[in-house]
T-cell receptor, first 118, second 113 residues
Framework: DAGVIQSPRHEVTEMGQEVTLRCKPISGHDYLFWYRQTMMRGLELLIYFNNNVPIDDSGMPEDRFSAKMPNASFSTLKIQPSEPRDSAVYFC????????????????FGPGTRLTVL | KQEVTQIPAALSVPEGENLVLNCSFTDSAIYNLQWFRQDPGKGLTSLLLIQSSQREQTSGRLNASLDKSSGRSTLYIAASQPGDSATYLCAVLNNNAGNMLTFGGGTRLMVKP
């Protein structure tokens, strides 16, 4: 398996522009997570999906952020309009389902997208 | 609210030394704890996952222990190598937090040849 795939790996844009980050989870994984990593705040969970359904988006910072998962093999995180403070590395991760309903197994991370908003 | 702390924030050791990285958490009602490694500019690689019912997990030169009652976990690295240089993060999954991992700030390890 190729692991979790993210694109683009690097994105530089200007303030006010729309940014779309993409993620392909590991095939067969039921859970998909979007994280943001900054020096100041470390790793923060933004939103996660279970079977393509958003379960908890309490970490999404503002209405400018939105995430979708139209099918089991693809998810997007969109920022519109982007601001300089959105500059960070955005990670996507996926996890198989545990015996129960928890994502209690390991989370597998993608390589991340480094976003710079000028 | 769960808080995860890792001490020290940075550590430099000579090659061959055994070392211990520490992780502490404030809420002991955890479902599991996971240790990750992150290389510069890269994503996170899962090293070990300890379920709440377990006391330790081992993989090669790595051993992770969990003491839920005291809110602590340690990652022991035996016979460290320069290739072990990376940032190590611990993350906990709470019983009452759905599937949200809470991460510590990480320990940046440098192993000198």
């Amino acid at each position: 398996d190729a692991g979790v795939i993210q694109s683009p790996r690097h994105e530089v844009t200007e303030m006010g522009q729309e940014v779309t980050l993409r993620c392909k989870p590991i095939s067969g994984h039921d859970y998909l997570f979007w994280y943001r990593q900054t020096m100041m705040r470390g790793l923060e969970l933004l939103i996660y999906f279970n079977n393509n359904v958003p379960i908890d988006d309490s970490g999404m910072p503002e209405d400018r952020f939105s995430a979708k998962m139209p099918n089991a093999s693809f998810s997007t995180l969109k920022i519109q309009p982007s601001e300089p403070r959105d500059s960070a590395v955005y990670f996507c991760a996926s996890s198989p389902r545990d015996r129960g309903l928890r994502a209690a197994n390991e989370q597998f991370f993608g390589p991340g997208t480094r976003l710079t908003v000028l | 609210k769960q808080e995860v702390t890792q001490i020290p924030a940075a550590l430099s050791v000579p090659e061959g030394e055994n070392l211990v990285l520490n992780c502490s958490f404030t809420d002991s009602a955890i479902y599991n704890l996971q240790w990750f490694r992150q290389d510069p500019g890269k994503g996170l690689t899962s090293l070990l996952l300890i379920q709440s019912s377990q006391r330790e997990q081992t993989s090669g030169r790595l051993n992770a222990s969990l003491d839920k009652s005291s809110g602590r976990s340690t990652l022991y690295i035996a016979a460290s190598q320069p290739g072990d240089s990376a940032t190590y993060l611990c993350a906990v999954l709470n019983n009452n937090a759905g599937n949200m991992l809470t991460f510590g700030g990480g320990t940046r390890l440098m192993v000198k040849p």
